[in-house]
């Protein structure tokens, strides 16, 4: 017999965040999902990247780049505290 319990709900900003169109759809397959998903949410981030450089040139290369700072300041944070 399995240890899961089958009547346990995700919490409600999860379910929430899941039905969000396009983002919320990505996220649920990289969580239940097979586990190659997240190297086609990574290509997929970088070709929207070079798409953005492609179509708007040297903005489309920055503005990306100073937006994910905060993500990155977050990251090391999480990593020096370990």
Do not use: K, N
């Not at 919320?24 to 997929?44: F, H, K, N, P, Q």
């Amino acid at each position: 017999m399995s240890h899961a319990d089958p009547t346990r709900r995700a919490p409600l900003w999860q379910r929430l965040f899941f039905i969000i169109p396009v983002i919320g759809w990505v996220a649920r397959d990289l969580m239940e999902g097979d586990s190659d998903t997240i190297w086609y949410a990574i290509a997929a981030f970088v070709s929207l990247w070079l798409c953005c450089i492609l179509l708007f040139g040297i903005p489309g290369l920055y503005i990306p780049a100073v937006s994910l700072v905060p993500l990155i300041v977050v990251g090391l944070v999480i990593i020096t505290f370990g």
